[in-house]
């Protein structure tokens, strides 16, 4: 009867959910101590102290165990070394609740407060906060959002806040991983982004794409959308240029991790859109994971194991020896190569 009451279900899951959220406040309380002394903890054993302090605590209906920032800052700067300053502060704060607390009761919050404030003042890093706004700003968002988030708020809010944003933000690099044109370093065999490296030079009749991540369901739409582009624009600019067709393109793979059953579906329709174009797909230096799965899926055999490569200077070296067959199959035919 107790455990069907709507009233208890509220109550427990309120309790799971503040129980969760001061977990999360310890461990990140924990971290950023740890990251100002200079030493390294155990998120697990963290973790299994705080489950150990709960359940103990749960025999006698005592509330529930965390790391405050506010106690921990003001431990932190009375010089506190051990674990023993929190018993003798369990001392104080029982003597002080039995006899002491009506000395306290006209006390104003401000000067509690100003207690908590000034000590945490010193945990204020403003360099690091410089430093992340100088190396990436989104980073300084996350940082100014958290900061914010527990001035105005609470530690929770801002923990959430800050998470909530960095999912956001992992969301959005993996549903839009970057692609790029490379091309070939003079005197050499090293293939580089052509936006990176400027002097880089594209080879004619070949479009190399690069993939800089692993392709799942949520980049495998973006990812065909992008590689369609590339061809569709190599191809407008080879014509208004007037330079040889476009014949191969190349995706170094050398990035790619992973792929899952929608990427692998993406690569199957990349390959009909370029056989539509007459074009050649290759691959150069997939990973084994990902060569496992498109061989599974008949992708391999569908491709051709001849047009995957180890590198994209063999790959690029293979398809010039076709270009250079080809073109002169043409002109020993007496027939345009740009037709070809």
Same mark, same amino acid.
């Given at each position: 009867?107790?455990?069907?009451?709507?009233?208890?279900?509220?109550?427990?899951?309120?309790?799971?959910?503040?129980?969760?959220?001061?977990?999360?406040?310890?461990?990140?309380?924990?971290?950023?101590?740890?990251?100002?002394?200079?030493?390294?903890?155990? =998120?697990? @054993?963290?973790?299994?102290?705080?489950? %150990? !302090?709960? *359940?103990?605590?749960?025999? +006698?209906?005592?509330? /529930? #165990?965390?790391?405050?920032?506010?106690?921990?800052?003001?431990?932190?700067?009375? =010089?506190? @070394?051990?674990?023993?300053?929190?018993? %003798? !502060?369990? *001392?104080?704060?029982?003597? +002080?609740?039995?006899? /002491? #607390?009506?000395?306290?009761?006209?006390?104003?919050?401000?000067?509690?407060?100003?207690?908590?404030?000034?000590?945490?003042?010193?945990?204020?890093?403003?360099?690091?906060?410089?430093?992340?706004?100088?190396?990436?700003?989104?980073?300084?968002?996350?940082?100014?959002?958290?900061?914010?988030?527990?001035?105005?708020?609470?530690?929770?809010?801002?923990?959430?806040?800050?998470?909530?944003?960095?999912?956001?933000?992992?969301?959005?690099?993996?549903?839009?991983?970057?692609?790029?044109?490379?091309?070939?370093?003079?005197?050499?065999?090293?293939?580089?982004?052509?936006?990176?490296?400027?002097?880089?030079?594209?080879?004619?009749?070949?479009?190399?794409?690069?993939?800089?991540?692993?392709?799942?369901?949520?980049?495998?739409?973006?990812?065909?959308?992008?590689?369609?582009?590339?061809?569709?624009?190599?191809?407008?600019?080879?014509?208004?240029?007037?330079?040889?067709?476009?014949?191969?393109?190349?995706?170094?793979?050398?990035?790619?991790?992973?792929?899952?059953?929608?990427?692998?579906?993406?690569?199957?329709?990349?390959?009909?859109?370029?056989?539509?174009?007459?074009?050649?797909?290759?691959?150069?230096?997939?990973?084994?994971?990902?060569?496992?799965?498109?061989?599974?899926?008949?992708?391999?055999?569908?491709?051709?194991?001849?047009?995957?490569?180890?590198?994209?200077?063999?790959?690029?070296?293979?398809?010039?020896?076709?270009?250079?067959?080809?073109?002169?199959?043409?002109?020993?035919?007496?027939?345009?190569?740009?037709?070809?």
């Amino acid at each position: 009867m107790v455990f069907t009451s709507p009233y208890m279900s509220t109550a427990v899951k309120t309790g799971f959910i503040t129980g969760i959220i001061g977990l999360a406040e310890g461990i990140a309380v924990g971290r950023s101590f740890a990251m100002y002394k200079n030493y390294n903890i155990d =998120g697990n @054993k963290e973790m299994l102290a705080f489950g %150990v !302090m709960n *359940i103990v605590g749960s025999l +006698t209906s005592c509330y /529930l #165990t965390t790391g405050p920032f506010s106690r921990s800052a003001v431990n932190f700067n009375a =010089g506190c @070394k051990t674990v023993v300053s929190n018993i %003798v !502060m369990a *001392i104080g704060v029982m003597f +002080t609740l039995l006899f /002491l #607390t009506p000395l306290f009761h006209y006390t104003p919050l401000v000067v509690l407060s100003s207690i908590i404030i000034s000590a945490m003042l010193g945990l204020i890093d403003y360099q690091a906060a410089i430093h992340l706004w100088n190396v990436d700003k989104f980073d300084f968002l996350v940082c100014m959002s958290a900061y914010f988030g527990v001035v105005f708020g609470s530690v929770e809010i801002g923990l959430v806040v800050a998470v909530v944003i960095s999912i956001a933000r992992l969301l959005l690099f993996v549903s839009r991983p970057r692609t790029a044109l490379k091309g070939n370093i003079p005197n050499s065999m090293i293939y580089r982004n052509t936006e990176q490296y400027p002097y880089s030079r594209t080879i004619p009749g070949l479009l190399i794409l690069e993939i800089d991540s692993p392709i799942y369901f949520a980049n495998a739409g973006y990812l065909r959308e992008r590689i369609t582009r590339w061809i569709n624009e190599e191809e407008e600019r080879v014509k208004t240029s007037g330079e040889n067709s476009l014949q191969y393109v190349i995706l170094d793979m050398s990035a790619v991790g992973n792929i899952d059953t929608s990427g692998i579906s993406m690569m199957e329709e990349i390959k009909k859109i370029i056989d539509r174009k007459e074009l050649k797909l290759v691959l150069a230096n997939p990973k084994g994971e990902v060569v496992k799965k498109l061989t599974r899926s008949k992708f391999i055999d569908n491709l051709g194991k001849e047009w995957m490569f180890l590198t994209v200077a063999e790959a690029v070296e293979a398809c010039s020896f076709m270009l250079h067959t080809l073109k002169t199959q043409a002109a020993s035919k007496g027939e345009p190569w740009n037709n070809v």
